[in-house]
């Protein structure tokens, strides 16, 4: 049972560069997530998808796009890549909205910019 | 704007000590859950509670969620080293989306 694969784990950038964080989901889910997560703060929602050509702003988008290139694919893009933007992303999918159901994570890709 | 404030944000404890971790708001939800998550890996559920005041029991893992349905406990009793991660509860915002607390980090010493 892959469940939800995400690549890379791990990746450094140079401030600047652009890099595409890739999801899949085996699951035939209609909802996809991408957060980050910070030391003492939790997961932040960046970007979600209710469904297969919809996409919709999180907590803290910005610096980010989202592509939903199929029901199984959410990909995750930093154009301009920045310091701040140093954290562990993770990518999630459940049946939302079949109520408030488990959201299943990939294994995270830990990204560092410098 | 929903938060959910998770307390204490570290704990450290002996094995076979006993221990509660706490998931505060001030907006009521319609139901919670849990999440542990392990270094390296990401969150995996460990129960939703659903009805104002209920308890359920994973284990040596007791849930309670609070009567006004704005709070939930989470109670270990007699941890583990296996216990050792970041405890997570979450809550429904809309229909599709999921807010994460701020996350207790437990440290279970052999």
């Known amino acids: 049972n892959a469940g939800v694969t995400q690549t890379p784990k791990f990746q450094v950038l140079k401030t600047g560069q652009s890099m595409t964080l890739q999801c899949a989901q085996d699951?035939?889910?209609?909802?996809m997530y991408w957060y980050r997560q910070d030391p003492g703060m939790g997961l932040r929602l960046i970007y979600y998808?209710?469904?297969?050509?919809?996409?919709d702003k999180g907590e803290v988008p910005n610096g980010y796009n989202v592509s939903r290139l199929n029901k199984r694919e959410f990909s995750l893009r930093l154009e301009s890549a920045a310091p701040s933007q140093t954290s562990v992303y993770f990518c999630?999918?459940?049946?939302?909205?079949?109520?408030?159901?488990?959201?299943?994570f990939g294994q995270g890709t830990r990204l560092t910019v410098v | 704007t929903q938060l959910l404030k998770q307390s204490p944000q570290f704990l450290s404890i002996q094995e076979g000590e006993n221990l509660t971790v706490y998931c505060n708001s001030s907006?009521?939800?319609?139901?919670l859950q849990w999440y542990r998550q392990e270094p390296g890996e990401g969150p995996v559920l460990l129960v939703t509670?659903?009805?104002?005041?209920e308890v359920k029991k994973l284990k040596r893992l007791t849930f309670q969620f609070g009567d006004a349905r704005k709070d939930s406990s989470l109670h270990i009793t007699a941890a583990q080293t296996g216990d050792t991660g970041l405890y997570l509860c979450?809550?429904?915002?809309?229909?599709?989306?999921?807010?994460f607390g701020t996350g207790t980090r437990l440290k279970v010493l052999a």
């Open positions: 699951m035939n889910h209609n909802s």
């Open positions: 979450a809550g429904p915002s809309g229909t599709y989306k999921y807010i």
């Open positions: 998808s209710a469904s297969e050509g919809t996409t």
């Open positions: 907006s009521v939800f319609s139901s």
């Open positions: 999630a999918s459940s049946e939302a909205p079949r109520g408030f159901t488990e959201a299943f």
């Open positions: 509670v659903v009805t104002g005041g």
